[in-house]
């Protein structure tokens, strides 16, 4: 693990952000390489030094080669609506980020939520709430890997 590339720090989206095509690293022994996932932010940091995750992290392994998708959700809120929307991620993927867009401009709009999320059933999402003053497009996305959370 002493040559992991730290590429996947920069992987982790902010809000309103998207990385077009997969994020790759590698360790060098073909290992699983451990990850912190914050519970609140979804930022991603790999544990590098072994000193495990903190009380606000979830520990997520992820294999070497990692390979990315991102997944988009979408829909319109009507005018003075309320609404989100979650891009899902598959059973047996974590979230590593994700973002929003609004496809209209309306000025009522606020955003409420930009956030992952774990879904009923254990798999992650990345979710979205706003509310709205007129008709809204918004979409909410989620980069999505391999790996398990736990």
């Known amino acids: 693990m002493k040559r992991l590339l730290a590429w996947i720090a920069a992987g982790v989206l902010g809000?309103?952000?998207?990385?077009?095509?997969?994020?790759?690293?590698?360790?060098?022994?073909?290992?699983?390489?451990?990850?912190c996932y914050h519970n609140h932010t979804g930022a991603l940091r790999v544990d590098?030094?072994?000193s495990g995750c903190g009380r606000n992290e979830t520990p997520v392994a992820l294999g070497a080669g990692l390979t990315t998708r991102i997944v988009v959700a979408g829909?319109?809120?009507p005018p003075d609506g309320f609404g989100g929307v979650a891009a899902e991620c598959d059973a047996g993927e974590v979230v590593l980020g994700g973002?929003?867009?609004?496809a209209s401009i309306n000025p009522d709009t606020a955003i409420v939520t930009n956030a992952?999320?774990?879904?009923?059933d254990g798999r992650q999402a990345w979710q979205a709430t706003f509310s709205a003053g007129g008709p809204v497009d918004i979409s909410s996305f989620a980069v999505c890997a391999p790996g398990s959370a736990g």
Not at 15 to 35: H, I, K, R, Y
């Open 116 to 120: 992952p999320l774990t879904l009923p």
């Open 75 to 77: 829909l319109t809120l």
């Open 15 to 35: 809000a309103g952000l998207v990385v077009a095509g997969g994020l790759a690293f590698a360790d060098g022994d073909g290992e699983t390489v451990t990850a």
């Open 48 to 50: 590098v030094d072994g």
């Open 99 to 102: 973002g929003f867009e609004i």
